[in-house]
């Protein structure tokens, strides 16, 4: 399967600082990426649909100033927490959608915000 | 009643069973249908996908669809201890349209 990767795996920030969480398409051009979070023996929560060189879609409840989205390339898509609380703290996971109708996800960033 | 339904478990096997975990969904406007195995702390990874009504054999692994009954399979033969993990059924209605998913099914092998 196709391969996505996701940077930082892993960050630990002050509360009210803001961190920028990288996904990658490694093998394929991702015309559409997503981006989700996940809470502790939960499901995959979307919070956004981004197309590449368009703004992103929010979901209902997602603060679009809070989480900001840029798909600036085929094969690039970052999130960026602004201003985190502890509240925000969770696990972020992007994934990529080509031509096809499959969907790769990548390996998830653990925040943790302090 | 939710999109898609899925027994969140936990399903505790014996190494060698076989296991079948599924999901109902409401939505008869879906056909693409998926199955992902995630393992704690990791990003969901790819095991299955199917279009529309069928079945589907990848080694170990079935999927089945019925979209008449609007639901959906995934049979594991021969399970091991590293097929414990979180199996994800997740679905759309047009590729490249955000998935939905099941709240997943966490299975247990044991030796």
């Known amino acids: 399967g196709a391969v996505v990767s996701q940077h930082p795996s892993w960050v630990i920030c002050k509360s009210g600082t803001s961190v920028k969480i990288e996904c990658r398409s490694l093998d394929f051009q991702a015309t559409t990426m997503f981006w989700y979070r996940q809470f502790p023996k939960q499901s995959l929560m979307l919070m956004a649909t981004s197309n590449e060189g368009s703004k992103a879609t929010y979901e209902q409840g997602v603060e679009k100033d809070k989480f900001l989205i840029n798909h600036a390339s085929l094969t690039l898509s970052t999130l960026t927490v602004t201003s985190a609380h502890p509240e925000d703290s969770s696990f972020y996971i992007c994934s990529s959608s080509g031509t096809t109708y499959e969907q790769y996800f990548g390996p998830g960033t653990r925040l943790t915000v302090t | 009643q939710k999109e898609v339904e899925q027994d969140p478990g936990p399903l505790s096997v014996p190494e060698g069973a076989i296991v079948s975990l599924n999901c109902t969904y409401s939505?008869?406007?879906?056909?693409?249908f998926m199955w992902y195995r995630q393992y704690s702390r990791k990003g969901p990874e790819l095991l299955m996908y199917t279009y529309s009504s069928g079945n589907k054999e990848d080694g170990r692994f079935t999927a089945q669809v019925d979209k008449s009954s609007k639901y959906i399979s995934l049979f594991i033969r021969d399970s091991q201890p590293s097929d414990s993990a979180t199996y994800l059924c997740a679905m759309n209605d047009q590729a490249g349209t955000a998935l939905i998913f099941g709240k997943g099914t966490t299975l247990s092998v044991s030796s």
């Open positions: 939505n008869s406007a879906f056909q693409y």
